[in-house]
């Protein structure tokens, strides 16, 4: 079935801590997104991919990085954790020519 | 720049009344406007966009070119609307900016 998952769904880690968040997608979309959401706040825009070794930079500022060496695998890495890193981060993705995007579950994240 | 507003944080009705929910855009060009919607303890989805036309769960909006306004609506709100709702825009960049969110409660 044609899904965006996003693995783990809760982390908590301690600070300095590299951690990983995984976000696979079998839509066969091309654009994949990250965002970062606090609670009953606006999505933030992180970071996104318009394919294969393809990533830009959003419109908030992130410590995190992001790699795309397949289509439908668009991980997000953090080196070092801290406490302002708490949030839950959402993945996303779209077709080609189309700007409606298809969110994943999220991860929500707390470095203590 | 691209900017959505959503003016209210949390909104109440009571079930069988109507409901608005306000957005407001800034965008010079041609945008294409979207609500997306995420109920308790689900992912977030699209609702519903401009250029489908669509009525949705009841719901409509129209884009207001001249009021960059994308207004959501329902005639007669149910308890099973409660969730959040986010108005989006996506200009030249075809990137989406999201509001910062309305809280629907519809109270029996």
């Known amino acids: 079935e044609a899904d965006i998952y996003q693995t783990p769904r809760y982390l908590v880690i301690g600070t300095g801590k590299k951690i990983t968040l995984e976000c696979s997608q079998t839509m066969g979309h091309d654009k994949m997104y990250w965002y970062q959401q606090d609670p009953g706040m606006e999505l933030h825009l992180i970071h996104y991919?318009?394919?294969?070794?393809?990533?830009e930079k959003g419109d908030l500022s992130s410590e995190s990085t992001v790699s795309r060496i397949r289509t439908e695998h668009f991980p997000l890495t953090l080196e070092s954790a801290r406490p302002s890193h708490t949030s839950q981060y959402l993945c996303?993705?779209?077709?080609?020519?189309?700007?409606?995007?298809?969110f994943g579950p999220g991860t929500r994240l707390t470095v203590l | 720049a691209q900017r959505v507003t959503q003016p209210e944080k949390l909104l109440s009705v009571f079930k069988g009344a109507p409901v608005e929910l306000k957005c407001n855009y800034s965008y010079s060009g041609s945008p294409e406007l979207f609500w997306y919607v995420q109920y308790s303890r689900q992912r977030l989805q699209l609702l519903l966009r401009h250029i489908s036309r669509e009525s949705i769960k009841g719901f409509t909006a129209d884009l207001n070119k001249g009021e960059t306004s994308f207004h959501l609506k329902k005639p007669f709100a149910q308890e099973e609307d409660s969730a959040m709702y986010y108005c989006?825009?996506?200009?030249?960049?075809?990137?989406?900016?999201f509001g910062s969110g309305t809280q629907l409660t519809v109270l029996p």
């Open positions: 989006a825009v996506s200009g030249s960049a075809r990137q989406l900016t």
């Open positions: 996303a993705s779209s077709r080609q020519g189309d700007d409606e995007q298809f």
């Open positions: 991919s318009y394919g294969v070794n393809s990533t």
